[in-house]
Nanobody, 127 residues
Framework: QVRLDESGGGLVQAGGSLRLSCIFS????????MGWFRQAPGKEREFVAS????????YYGDSVTGRFSISRDNKKNMLFLQMNDLKTEDTGIYYC????????????????????WGQGTQVTVSS
């Protein structure tokens, strides 16, 4: 059974940076497409970024394009999200998500497209 554990969240001022990490266990990491989602209080879970199992394709939500960068290390079974130029609207709980099968596309951006989820890590951006 796949398990995902996020870390790296915290409190940061607007304009600052954070790097989130997610450790994958319980399966073959490279056989899973991976993604990051976030959820603010009172709002639906929102797609942030995704990456194919071979890291050959990267996709981003409109609100984070140019500021966030997703990456993975298949030897260490880890997924990352580098977040730069953070804004107050980036505040929320950030979730690591996994999907069986290495492939995913630009339209693989709904929560129901992913099979496994971490517990989430809180990111708070202050003004």
């Amino acid at each position: 059974q796949v398990r995902l554990d996020e870390s790296g969240g915290g409190l940061v001022q607007a304009g600052g940076s954070l790097r989130l990490s997610c450790i994958f266990s319980g399966g073959i990491f490279g056989d899973h497409g991976m993604g990051w989602f976030r959820q603010a209080p009172g709002k639906e879970r929102e797609f942030v970024a995704s990456i194919k199992g071979d890291a050959g394709g990267l996709y981003y939500g409109d609100s984070v394009t140019g500021r966030f960068s997703i990456s993975r290390d298949n030897k260490k079974n880890m997924l990352f999200l580098q977040m730069n130029d953070l804004k107050t609207e980036d505040t929320g709980i950030y979730y690591c998500a996994g999907r069986r099968g290495w492939w995913l596309g630009a339209d693989t951006n709904r929560p129901q497209d992913f099979d496994s989820w971490g517990q989430g890590t809180q990111v708070t951006v202050s003004s």
